[in-house]
């Protein structure tokens, strides 16, 4: 950043923000619900039990259809690795910060998401149930109550 400022400083991308017009503020992608792709090799040497059932398992999430876009196979292997070997009893903090900080730049977390400028498809289904439960009135809430 050239006036020295922290990369993450200054209010959260927004994708209902008003000024979407600027040139800087690129458009938002839309995850699938899930990645109907399969999940590639794993790409480093020795692979171990816990790492391929983790590796299955972020293969299905909906950001491994930007991982397969972009070609990260090994970044998210990296990231299988460190991930568990900072679990472990004993693991040095440094390592556990090194996951925090590749968990963002794979938009596994929600600021990591928002950075990338990632969003998860809406839930159009959900979204019809909740404005029906809303649709009680008052009076039909006190007719269950009183009987």
């Known amino acids: ?8 400083s200054g209010p959260a991308r927004d994708p209902n923000a008003l000024r979407r017009d600027r040139a800087d503020d ?25 790492e391929s ?13 930007m991982w397969s876009k972009l070609g990260l196979k090994f970044q998210v292997a990296a990231y299988v690795r460190a991930y568990l070997e900072s ?3 004993g693991a040095v903090n440094g390592l556990k910060t090194g996951v925090l900080r590749m968990e963002a730049e794979l938009g596994l977390s929600i600021p990591g998401m928002t950075r990338l400028g990632w969003k998860f498809a809406e839930d159009e289904v959900a979204e019809v149930r909740q404005e029906k439960q809303r649709a ?12």
Do not use: C, Y
């Not at 690129?26 to 816990?50: C, N, Q, S, Y």
């Not at 059932?53 to 259809?65: F, G, S, T």
């Open 1 to 8: 950043m050239p006036s020295g400022g922290h990369g993450n």
């Open 26 to 50: 690129g458009a938002w992608v839309t995850l699938p619900t899930v990645f109907d792709g399969d999940a590639p090799a794993w790409p480093l040497e020795l692979l171990t039990g816990t």
């Open 53 to 65: 059932a983790l590796w299955d398992e972020l293969w299905l999430k909906p950001q491994a259809a």
């Open 87 to 89: 679990v472990e009893p």
């Open 136 to 147: 009680v009135s008052a009076r039909d809430r006190l007719r269950a109550i009183n009987g």
